[in-house]
């Protein structure tokens, strides 16, 4: 059933900033001589009511949504309407989780390590599905992050790559924050690198496609430097509401 518009005013405002960021998109797109449609979009829902998410698939077209723990999108899954959706884990994912989320998601975003690959391998196997990831890189080296080390990630690729039922589609990374544009961008374009230097390697179980960078505050510089996944939560729904 279709949300009704006249319920609440935020589900305009989310229609709204999704056109926005649509926009903002197939410009950034377009000056960079890409195709717009080559850029996917995914609705962040982090601590998002039901309601809002309903509204941005069934009213707004979101076909793709991003959740960052296993519990919130379990607890929230049976309310969601979402055929037709993809549906991406992006947050941290302990390895005893693994059981859980494996069969809800079309893609863990967030393999941040050799071990937990690993475990999403064993499992797809039990399964007998193929399980799709990304890798994360932890491009500025912060010890607040999760993510592949840049070192021990180029090490680990040969490992990755012999691991059954795991076919990894490309890389995702959070940047640091900085304090201008260019340091910004220097992430990214180190990212870009990675992901063409790997991608033109013929490692058995890699497909790259996706390279997932991009928040609400930086998608548009993110796409500027390769991006073709981002993943917006904030500039959709408006400032999280942690409970």
Request: hydrophobic share 40%.
């Amino acid at each position: 059933m279709i949300t009704n518009l006249s319920d609440d005013p935020k589900f305009e405002i989310i229609s709204e900033n999704l056109k926005v960021i649509r926009n903002d998109i197939t410009e950034t797109a377009i000056s960079g001589g890409r195709n717009p449609e080559d850029v996917r979009l995914m609705a962040v829902t982090k601590t998002v009511d039901v309601k809002y998410i309903n509204h941005a698939i069934e009213n707004c077209g979101v076909d793709l949504i991003g959740e960052n723990k296993v519990q919130e999108f379990l607890s929230k899954k049976d309310s969601l309407s979402l055929k037709g959706v993809e549906k991406h884990l992006i947050g941290h994912l302990q390895t005893n989780k693994v059981k859980k989320i494996l069969p809800e998601v079309d893609m863990i975003q967030s393999v941040d390590s050799l071990r937990l690959a690993a475990a999403i391998s064993a499992e797809a196997v039990k399964l007998g599905v193929e399980s799709k990831v990304l890798l994360e890189v932890n491009i500025g080296g912060e010890d607040s992050k999760t993510g592949f080390d840049k070192t021990a990630f180029m090490e680990s690729l040969d490992e990755i790559s012999k691991l059954p039922a795991l076919k990894v589609k490309g890389l995702m990374t959070i940047p640091p924050i900085c304090e201008n544009t260019l340091e910004l961008e220097k992430y990214f374009s180190m990212m870009y690198d990675y992901y063409n230097e790997i991608k033109e390697k013929d490692f058995e179980n890699f497909d790259f496609e996706i390279l997932s960078m991009g928040m609400s505050g930086d998608y548009k510089e993110a796409i500027k430097h390769g991006s073709n996944l981002v993943r917006v939560g904030s500039a959709i729904f408006g400032a999280r509401v942690y409970k």
